[in-house]
């Protein structure tokens, strides 16, 4: 499998891999494709610092990304203190009483409390880039539009291209009129953020919409799926949720045992689009605690960056509960492929045969 995108990129095959696990990023260079680095967990610069120093010792000099969230048109400054002041009480309180019905236990005193995500924020996003300009990055991607054009040009300074993802044609155009490289046309089924149209019609509608190269993201985990994306026109495959359930995410955040067995025993109809993981509409997969948000007393989400500051010490103790029903996780529908944990290779080497096995299997049609 090979595209104008290995040569621009300098890797061997055009699958592209967000992760917000280095260990996961590495091990997708290292198989040929291309990791990209979330960066939205890391609050501090220094410690992004610090893992893409490891990135840089474990990739044998493949190359790598990052991914940054710089929202377009959310209110994005104030500290964790001042935002903290604006979450209604209602919100907390419901929060409580759902964890307490839900049975999750408190934390251990001695539990580390992991403050609410602060990489929206465009002070902390920038300070990532800032941080990830210092190392021999590949790509950096924005989530939520375009990045600020003055972000664009310092990577471009630097040499490196900037993607964006896109669920409309109309986001795409404005991306490339801001100086975008490369647009990820991200579709209905992806896990995260993730606009109303299915990849089928939104892909085709990009590429003709935009002189760019196009990647194609959502509901991407065969062969056959990377054939589709590339006979609708994308030069490329960036996925996300495949890459959830492997061994080296483990390596990572080990207390994740409980996410991945919720991920092998889902099927495509257990996810769901919905506000309350950041207040914008992202796809995560469908347990107890997101059904508890459609119960009629429910209240209605906060806007970002509300909502992810509110339920993020939710997050902490759900996931501390290890309990598979009571995960909080962006996923895609294609984790209803999803049947075993597996090391990343192992994925690319599937990814790389089915999609020969597609194309032989086209062939014949001619
Ligand atoms: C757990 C998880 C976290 C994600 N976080 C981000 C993020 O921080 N920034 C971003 O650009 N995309 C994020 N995404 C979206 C992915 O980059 C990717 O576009 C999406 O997963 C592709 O669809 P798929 O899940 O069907 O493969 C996330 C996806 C998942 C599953």
Redo the contacts with the bound molecule.
């Keep these: 499998m090979h595209t104008a995108l290995c040569e621009t990129l300098g890797i061997e095959h055009p699958i592209i891999g967000?992760t917000?696990s280095e260990h996961v990023a590495a091990a997708i260079s290292k198989a040929g494709g291309l990791g990209?680095l979330?960066c939205?967990r890391f609050n501090d610069a220094g410690e992004l610092d610090h893992v893409l120093d490891w990135m840089d010792e474990h990739t044998e000099g493949r190359p790598y990304g990052v991914?940054v969230?710089m929202p377009a048109k959310v209110p994005t400054e104030g500290t964790q203190v001042d935002l903290d002041k604006l979450i209604p009480e209602e919100h907390k309180a419901f929060v409580e009483r759902t964890l307490r019905e839900l049975g999750v236990p408190e934390l251990p005193a001695e539990a580390e409390q992991r403050a609410g995500v602060l990489g929206w924020l465009h002070s902390v996003a920038r300070s990532h880039v800032e941080v990830a300009l210092r190392h021999p990055i590949k790509l950096i991607?924005?989530?939520?539009g375009s990045p600020p054009v003055d972000v664009i040009e310092q990577a471009h300074a630097h040499g490196v291209p900037v993607a964006a993802?896109a669920g409309k044609a109309e986001h795409a155009r404005r991306h490339v009129d801001n100086g975008v490289d490369f647009v990820?046309a991200?579709g209905y089924?992806?896990?995260?953020?993730t606009g109303e149209i299915g990849s089928m019609v939104l892909l085709p509608e990009i590429a003709e919409a935009v002189d760019a190269p196009v990647l194609a993201?959502?509901?991407?985990?065969s062969g056959r799926q990377m054939a589709a994306a590339l006979a609708l026109g994308a030069a490329g495959v960036?996925?996300?949720?495949?890459w959830?359930a492997t061994e080296e995410y483990l390596q990572t955040m080990p207390n994740s045992v409980a996410m991945q067995t919720a991920l092998v025993r889902a099927t495509s109809s257990d996810t769901v689009r919905t506000r309350i993981y950041t207040g914008k509409p992202a796809r995560l997969l469908k347990t107890r605690w997101t059904e508890a948000w459609t119960a009629p007393d429910a209240p209605k989400p906060l806007p970002m960056p509300l909502q992810n500051l509110l339920v993020s010490p939710a997050h902490n103790r759900l996931h501390e509960a290890g309990d598979p029903e009571l995960v909080s996780?962006?996923?895609?529908?294609?984790i209803g492929r999803i049947d075993r944990v597996r090391p990343v290779a192992e994925i690319m080497a599937d990814l790389l045969s089915g999609y020969e096995e597609a194309l032989a299997r086209l062939e014949k049609t001619r």
């Design positions: 967000f917000p990209v979330g939205v991914d969230v991607a924005n989530a939520l993802l990820v991200q089924e992806a896990g995260g953020h993201a959502g509901g991407i985990g960036w996925t996300g949720s495949l959830l996780m962006p996923a895609g529908q294609i």
